[in-house]
């Protein structure tokens, strides 16, 4: 990427991963243009909390622009990216969520497929983008029977919505990329965890109810396991990714921490970190969960130079220094 004059959309960019990708990019003098619908999926004050994070390192205020709109606005998508001649779009906006997918799929359809459909166009229409990069997610790989997953594995039999609806954008980048030339890169991100993660997400929730002494439910008898991934490693894998993808025009990658946490581990990780024990109340294994996930690396260190960096203790404690600097 030419630094000198990038200008990035990053969609999804109030979020948890979006938000820390905004930093990162204005730290390294990318100009960023940072789209967010702001919905309901969780409340509205977690984003804006983000933005003030984001806009108090923002030292140069003019490479920022805050932008509130929806990525299945075609109209306002096409008017945004004529106007703006991004060179680079990072699409991070989707409807998150393997157990919601399940009671709203059509609505996981619409916003994850359509919204990267429409974002895809846009970019073909605008011409000045010359790269786009996809987060994907490792959902895709389904209960796959060989460990750990790699990028050539099959993908075909994913076992939620939003599993399938991230596979289909998968194949939209595909599709875009031989039409049109279109280089497009699709990140299979596994669990991200770290500082301003979503508050649905698992760690989160066990961080919030532990030191309250509140119960937490545990599906499945605790032996299921994440291939967690610290948050500044992602970054540093999208960030590569952006850069790298021209010289591939197609490519698929995993950017994960490649080394699997089970879920009785996890707790017991922030049990030893909160110093407090959890309150568990056990329940069956969930719809549309797989058993596991384990990231194949080989392919994003020899073309990446992707490397996880942030072990998952200190990864935890680092999230725990987050909550208690918000006064929890």
């Avoid at 991200?192 to 961080?207: E, H, N, S, T, W």
């Avoid at 002494?213 to 396991?225: A, K």
Wanted: hydrophobic letters at 40%; one cysteine or more; aromatic letters at 8%.
């Amino acid at each position: 990427m030419n630094r000198a004059s990038a200008h990035v959309l990053v969609t999804g960019a109030a979020g948890f991963i979006g938000s820390h990708v905004v930093e990162a990019l204005l730290r390294r003098g990318d100009r960023v243009t940072a789209l967010d619908n702001f919905d309901s999926f969780y409340p509205r004050s977690v984003k804006e909390r983000n933005v003030r994070e984001v806009n108090r390192q923002a030292s140069d205020a003019d490479a920022l622009r805050w932008v509130e709109a929806d990525i299945c606005d075609a109209p306002a998508m096409n008017d945004l990216f004529e106007r703006g001649r991004f060179s680079c779009v990072i699409h991070l906006a989707a409807r998150a969520g393997v157990r919601p997918s399940i009671q709203e799929p059509a609505l996981y359809a619409k916003v994850n497929v359509e919204g990267t459909a429409t974002l895809l166009e846009a970019a073909r229409r605008g011409r000045s983008v010359d790269r786009f990069v996809l987060a994907s997610s490792s959902s895709v790989y389904g209960n796959n029977a060989k460990v750990p997953f790699a990028e050539t594995d099959d993908v075909s039999c994913p076992i939620s919505p939003y599993a399938a609806t991230k596979r289909a954008c998968e194949l939209l980048g595909a599709t875009y990329h031989h039409l049109y030339g279109l280089p497009v890169a699709c990140l299979r991100f596994f669990t991200v965890y770290g500082p301003r993660q979503r508050p649905d997400l698992a760690i989160a929730k066990f961080m919030d109810a532990i030191p309250a002494g509140r119960p937490m439910p545990m599906f499945g008898d605790g032996s299921s396991s994440r291939d967690y991934t610290y948050i500044d490693d992602i970054v540093a894998g999208v960030l590569a990714a952006a850069d790298r993808i021209g010289a591939f025009g197609y490519r698929v990658w995993n950017l994960g921490g490649s080394q699997p946490v089970t879920l009785r581990e996890m707790i017991g990780a922030i049990e030893r970190t909160v110093g407090r024990k959890a309150v568990l109340e056990p329940q069956p294994d969930q719809p549309g969960d797989v058993e596991r996930t384990f990231a194949d690396l080989t392919r994003s260190r020899a073309e990446l130079g992707f490397e996880p960096r942030t072990g998952f203790a200190e990864g935890i404690e680092r999230q725990w220094a987050w909550v208690r600097s918000l006064g929890r």
